[in-house]
């Protein structure tokens, strides 16, 4: 009987797995959007230099609700924490694919913010307890690159079909991804919440644990070099994200290229996230050295190539960044066990925002002045690799 019972309780966490997937697959629909995103902002009025204030304000927003969705996770479960983020994150493609004017598409934006905050930390807390539950906690990197190659197809099929919509309109991009991501959040319904990190009781027990929390990032000076390593990483792809779409329309590419470009360098990342278990244990030295090489690549070559090779650089560039941040993601598996990763895997992220929010802040100012495009690549590049240069990860004690 009770084995019975156990076995199953496994079948159940297994299904996990195949949710998560479908979530990632018809989940990120919204990005049947993401390529020609900028120029939906400009279509309803918005100039560069204030779309990218608005992102960099919405990142800092989103960085100081990092840690508090985290805490959420932690304190009411995973599954609720991700039903939860994919129901605002609906909300808000739904509120976009009808935006008449600029503040309902903010709103809209704002609300898939959110709702992407809600879910950062939450996947990967589940991911991981369904792992230590199922004894596949050695499969964290297979695992955690398989859902990452899931999203990225989906970023890779949605984009190019969006760039191919944005020539009837470029609402009718929105309106076929409010379609889809409707299901996409009711399969997470019935996730099911491994014991190791299913509620704990109330916000206060978990407020309770913080500062236990905090010195244990305060101590391990590994963990915290990897997840601010993880997080540069983050906040690099995230304001790069901005520059590429204006790049590409000041190189002359239609609205339709759009999307085969992001479908690119999407697919590139996803083979990337696939593959990331090969890297797996290579000396922190190396994946510093590939990071900065992937920064030049993405930054600080294109604006002086032809539209072609600036592209090529752009998909090396994701390549190479997916796959370190996948590796990084699995070293972090490793680091961080217990009850509290959700919150700690939003430390990550809200360092990640606020990063994010400098790059940004910085980008903008550089747009409107007379550096223009060029010096704003410039500007993110030689930061990011001045980041990367400064932090200090060190090795795994063998004790």
């Known amino acids: 009987m009770v084995f019975s019972r156990r076995s199953r309780r496994a079948r159940e966490l297994k299904g996990n797995f195949s949710r998560i997937y479908l979530w990632k697959l018809l989940g990120g629909a919204y990005a049947l959007g993401s390529a020609t995103l900028v120029a939906y902002f400009t279509h309803l009025g918005v100039s ?35 039903v ?23 709103v809209g934006q704002s609300l898939i913010g959110i709702g992407s905050v809600f879910m950062s930390g939450s996947d990967m807390g589940l991911l991981q ?17 398989r859902a990452q190659s899931h999203g990225a197809l989906a970023m890779a099929v949605y984009p190019f079909i969006g760039g191919l919509l944005s020539v009837v309109s470029l609402r009718l991009s929105w309106v076929v991804a409010s379609v889809l991501v409707v299901p996409a959040a009711l399969n997470l319904l019935f996730l099911r919440e491994p014991t190791s990190v299913e509620r704990k009781g109330s916000m206060r027990e978990i407020l309770l644990e913080v500062p236990g929390t905090l010195q244990e990032l305060k101590q391990n000076r590994r963990l915290r070099g990897l997840l601010l390593f993880w997080a540069l990483l983050l906040g690099v792809a ?43 244990g290579e000396a922190i030295w190396k994946l510093k050295t590939l990071a900065v090489a992937a920064v030049a690549m993405g930054a600080l070559l294109p604006p002086f190539l032809s539209t072609g090779w600036g592209v090529f650089f752009f998909a090396l560039h994701q390549l190479i960044g997916t796959a370190i941040s996948v590796v990084l993601g699995g070293e972090l598996f490793l680091e961080v066990e217990g009850r509290h990763a959700a919150t700690l895997f939003s430390v ?27 010096g704003a690549f410039w500007l993110l590049g030689s930061l990011s690799i001045a980041g990367i240069a400064v932090i200090r990860i060190p090795k795994r004690s063998r004790g």
């Open 48 to 82: 560069l230099p204030l779309l990218f204030t608005f992102q960099a304000i919405l990142a800092i927003v989103l960085g100081l609700l990092e840690v508090p969705t985290g805490l959420f996770a932690d304190a009411f479960g995973r599954k609720t924490s991700l």
């Open 348 to 374: 990550g992220s809200l360092c990640a925002q606020f990063i994010c929010s400098l790059f940004l802040a910085v980008l903008g100012v550089a747009v409107q002045q007379s550096a223009g495009l060029n």
């Open 238 to 280: 995230q304001a790069a994200y901005w520059l590429y779409q204006p790049y590409m329309e000041v190189k002359g590419l239609s609205l339709p290229f759009f999307g085969v470009v992001y479908a690119v360098l999407s697919l590139g990342a996803g083979l990337a996230a696939n593959n990331a278990r090969r890297w797996r």
């Open 84 to 106: 939860a983020g994919s129901l605002l994150l609906t909300g808000g493609v739904i509120c976009t694919a009808t935006a008449s004017h600029v503040v309902s598409l903010l």
């Open 129 to 145: 307890g369904t792992l230590a539950e199922t004894d596949r906690t050695k499969e964290g990197t297979e695992v955690l690159g």
